[in-house]
């Protein structure tokens, strides 16, 4: 692993100090956080709508800045960032399923079929449970 410039360290204490040129210079990697949910987006074959990834980084700066005073510069601040952000669009995906199978119901004709079958199956098993306690010679005339 290629270590980090310790300008990267001095980058984040200096933005949290609130030091302008630290500052400008952390917005200015921030800056890359939307290509970098958007690219992955598109690598991860993703169906999140343009609005969505647009939440999505402002989420992961959101969780970046108050995350910023435990960055120890183990790598660059640009792969620290782009860790944020796939973070965040896995989480954004994940509700994003999870709703989809919330309001998606059963197809109502898919449901009635089930249900059908499920009946015919109850039926099917109290038809043979009653032939069970007939005789053989009435069951036999009932098959």
Known sequence: MVPPPSNDISIAAGALAGEPRATEQFLELAAAVPSMVRAKHARMGGKLHHSDLE????????????????????????????????????????????????????DPAERSSVEDQIAALSDAELLNESLATLSEESAAILR
């Open 55 to 106: 939440d999505i980084a402002q989420e992961t700066l959101v969780a970046a800045w108050r995350k910023l005073g435990n960055y120890r510069g183990e790598s660059s601040l640009y792969t620290w960032l782009y860790q944020f952000a796939v973070l965040e669009l896995l989480k954004a995906m994940q509700r994003k399923s999870r709703s989809r199978l919330r309001s998606d119901p059963v």
